[in-house]
């Protein structure tokens, strides 16, 4: 089936550096995608979405990037702090009726060196 | 904010015993959803119900089932446990993919409930 998965399993920068997370999507019928923020112990947190009418997306201190054509997503973290710390996820879904539920990739884990 | 609570954050069960994992949201969501959540394997939708007493299976449905009475509460049900069921259980809301604008297929988490089964 189709799904939605990361290239790297574990990252690791330096506090003040910028991130970049990657996630790969297959399903060239999702339009609508996420990233979630997991700390330890705690459920997934939302970060930032984008539908697929955009290339690029910003909130505080994150961007999210989408390429369609290769169908890539890319969450960037500026000035990554220790509070980034976590396992970060993307999420794709199809947008309108049929279709509610999202496709998790399977996780990358940040971990910020002081 | 949005608050979705599940009962429990730790649970042991032995082998056979049935099993309640309940999850109440306060932001009257049509949507609920049950993920289990596994090493290496992300999360993975085992139910969600769009309505009340309607459900929809998932990817791993096989050896659950759920229940949804009110609107607001959403519970996750194990027949008859197994030690492969040992996972962390997260349970998840939304509102209705129908509604227009941008976010609205947000899905809110609670905390999780983690499921031992000796």
């Known amino acids: 089936g189709e799904s939605v998965g990361l290239h790297l399993p574990t990252l690791s920068v330096q506090e003040g550096d910028n991130s970049i997370i990657n996630c790969a999507y297959s399903?060239?019928?999702?339009?609508?995608f996420i990233w979630y923020k997991q700390e330890s112990g705690k459920g997934p947190q939302f970060i930032i979405d984008?539908?697929?009418?955009?290339d690029k997306r910003q909130g505080q201190r994150v961007t999210v990037l989408l390429n369609k054509t290769v169908k890539h997503l890319s969450l960037q973290i500026a000035a990554t702090q220790p509070g980034d710390s976590a396992v970060y996820f993307c999420?794709?879904?199809?947008?309108?009726?049929?279709?509610?539920?999202?496709?998790f990739g399977s996780g990358t884990r940040l971990q910020v060196q002081p | 904010d949005v608050k979705v609570t599940q009962s429990s954050r730790y649970l042991v069960k032995r082998t056979g015993e049935k099993v309640f994992l309940e999850c109440v949201q306060d932001?009257?969501?049509?949507?609920m959803f049950w993920y289990r959540q596994d090493p290496g394997l992300g999360l993975r939708l085992i139910y969600f119900?769009?309505?009340?007493?309607?459900?929809e299976k998932g990817d791993i449905p096989e050896g659950y089932s759920v229940s949804r009475e009110k609107k607001e509460r959403f519970s996750l049900i194990l027949e008859s446990a197994s030690t492969n069921q040992t996972s962390m259980y997260l349970c998840?809301?939304?509102?209705?993919?129908?509604?227009?604008?941008?976010?609205?297929?947000?899905?809110?988490f609670g905390a999780g409930t983690r499921l031992s089964v000796l």
């Open positions: 984008i539908r697929s009418n955009m």
């Open positions: 999420a794709e879904n199809m947008s309108g009726p049929g279709r509610r539920a999202l496709t």
């Open positions: 932001m009257d969501h049509e949507n």
């Open positions: 998840a809301s939304s509102l209705s993919p129908g509604l227009a604008g941008p976010g609205v297929n947000i899905q809110y």
């Open positions: 399903n060239s019928a999702s339009d609508y």
């Open positions: 119900s769009y309505d009340v007493k309607m459900k």
